[in-house]
Each structure stands twice: as structure tokens, then as C-alpha cells.
């Protein structure tokens, strides 16, 4: 015999069950899209971690699923850009860049398409797209940097001193203090400079510079604040 078959159902507790699923669902909601940030933002944060730890196949892989998250935000976008880079796939990066240049047309993307042309032997194009960088943002320190050792490369090296220098002055305005990108920036005009004093036959300035670029690439092994006392 069933005891609850002739029980009547209070209303009042049916609308506040009905009210309590409702607020719930509410609270899903709209908790939804910032879980999913939290979840993208933990995806590009491991994926940088595994590409600065020289493990870049895995870092392509936090990047997709970054992209799978969230196809509009560009970071995951640089992320796998500079890990193909890393594997000398160039294909991927030109795809990489296709779709990202479909969400916004940066510095950043200017610079890495000057980068691709450079490597594929085109000086030319490379030193429009990184002026074309340096035109969209004017602070923006990797492109001062990589237009200055496409300068060295054409025996321009007059030119290439100012680029470098406007990249020195403007990588601490670019990136944090524990930004490992400040740190390669920071490489790369250095390693500049040394390029610049060795064809003017100035090596101990050279030798210099190559210990300085050499010490801001060990944050890949010993990480950003070592990597920076090393370099002091």
C-alpha cells in the first residue's frame, strides 16, 4: 500500500524547490564562462611552462586545446607560433599566423611574419613586416631587436645599433620583470651587439655581449631571477 498516494503536495514547498533549481542553474550560468577563462588561462600557463622547459611538442598540445576552449583569444595563438618556430615547422607557424591574423593584425603578428620571411630568405619582406611592427606599436621591443640582426645580416651596422639600442630601452617597458620573454629579448639584442663589435673587431666588447645573451637564455634551465643575476 502506498501511504503517500492520497498525500497532498504542499505549493509552497514545490515553487521553492522550483526557485532553489532555478537560482542553481542561474548560478551555473553564469559561473560558466569564468571557469572556462580559468581553464584557458591554465592551459596557455602550462603550455609556456612545458615550451620553456624545452618540452615543446607538449606545449603545442596545451596550445590546441587553448584554441579548442577558446578561438578568440590570441594567446594561445603566440604560444604555438613560437613553439613551431622552436621546431623549425614553418608550415605551422604560417597557419598559426593565418588564423590569428584573422582575430587581430598586432605587432606581435607582424613581427612573427617578418621572422617566418626572414628564415625563408626573403630580407626584404621581413624588414617591411617588422617596420610594419614597429608602425603598430612603436614599444614594442622583439621587433627593434630582430629588425636590428636583419640590419647586421645586410651590413648595416649603424643601423642595426639603433634598433638594438631602442630594444634595450624598451624591454623593460614591454614585459614584467619575471617575463621569460623579456629575458630572450634581452638574448637576442645582446647576442646583436656581439654580432655588431665582432665585425667592427672589437672582441672583448663581443665576448662581453655573447656571455650576456648567453646568461638571459638560462632561464630555460634555471629560471627568470637566477637567469637575471647572471646576466647583472
Known amino acids: ?104 593584425k598586432s605587432a606581435y603578428y607582424y613581427m612573427q611574419l617578418g621572422s617566418l620571411r626572414s628564415l625563408q630568405g626573403d630580407p626584404i619582406s621581413a624588414s617591411i613586416y617588422y617596420e610594419k611592427a614597429i608602425e603598430i606599436d612603436p614599444s614594442y621591443a622583439p621587433s627593434y631587436a ?14 642595426a645599433s639603433r634598433y638594438l639600442n631602442q630594444s634595450l630601452i624598451l624591454t623593460p617597458q614591454t614585459f614584467t620583470q619575471d617575463d621569460p620573454y623579456r629575458l630572450w629579448t634581452y638574448s637576442m639584442t645582446h647576442m646583436g651587439y656581439a654580432l655588431v663589435y665582432e665585425k667592427k673587431g672589437e672582441h672583448e666588447k663581443a665576448d662581453l655581449e655573447k656571455k650576456k645573451a648567453i646568461a638571459y637564455r638560462a632561464y630555460r634551465r634555471y629560471g627568470p631571477r637566477l637567469a637575471l643575476t647572471l646576466a647583472s
Open 1 to 104: 500500500m502506498n501511504i503517500w498516494k492520497h498525500e497532498k503536495r504542499d505549493p509552497n514547498l514545490i515553487l521553492i524547490l522550483f526557485l532553489f533549481a532555478f537560482f542553481l542553474f542561474l548560478a551555473w550560468f553564469y559561473q560558466l564562462p569564468l571557469y572556462l577563462s580559468d581553464r584557458y588561462d591554465w592551459y596557455v600557463a602550462l603550455g609556456n611552462r612545458y615550451f620553456l622547459s624545452s618540452k615543446v611538442f607538449m606545449a603545442i598540445e596545451y596550445a590546441d586545446k587553448a584554441i579548442l576552449l577558446d578561438g578568440r583569444n590570441s594567446a594561445a595563438y603566440g604560444l604555438k607560433i613560437n613553439a613551431c618556430f622552436n621546431l623549425e615547422r614553418y608550415e605551422c607557424v604560417m597557419h598559426t599566423l593565418d588564423s590569428l591574423g584573422m582575430l587581430e
Open 146 to 159: 630582430l629588425l636590428g640582426l636583419l640590419k647586421i645580416k645586410q651590413g648595416d651596422l649603424d643601423a
